[in-house]
């Protein structure tokens, strides 16, 4: 009986980076996001600059000025912190949620091909150890979900 089956092989993670939504909405994100990293990283300049002059002026500085630059600096610091942890969260939880999408494009399309080309199996490539290279639908799975661009 399993002789009888047409069984399909996929590169998911090739399909994902050869697709051009992939592209796209990295793109998207990037300017979505693009504010938020420049705070951070004025922080981060901050947080150095304070650092180096501490460094560089310390020794002629009072001891209630050495204590106000450590305060500036943990205070700014905490602020990164905050700021970069709710980045990393907000950053995150929108990739997935467009990532996801195209991952309901990628397993529409492989549906389509395994429909049209009577496939009874369509595995991931990283689970399987050998297919023959008519198997791999790789590049059917990438041309389809390109052109819904």
Known sequence: MAADQKIAVVNFQEVMSKIPQTTAVMQVLEAEFKDDKAVLAQLEKDIKYYQEKKQRDGSLM????????????????????????????????????????????????????????????????????????????????????????
């Open 62 to 149: 009072s001891a209630k000025d050495i204590e106000e630059l450590d305060t500036q600096i943990a205070t700014l610091y905490q602020d990164y912190q905050a700021k970069g942890k709710a980045f990393q969260q907000a950053t995150g939880l929108r990739k997935n949620e467009e990532t996801n999408k195209i991952i309901a494009l990628v397993r529409q399309a492989i549906d389509n091909i395994a429909a049209k080309d009577k496939y009874d199996l369509v595995l991931e490539q990283q689970a399987v150890i050998f297919s023959k290279p008519d198997a791999l639908i790789t590049n059917k799975v990438v041309e389809q979900v390109s052109k819904l661009n």
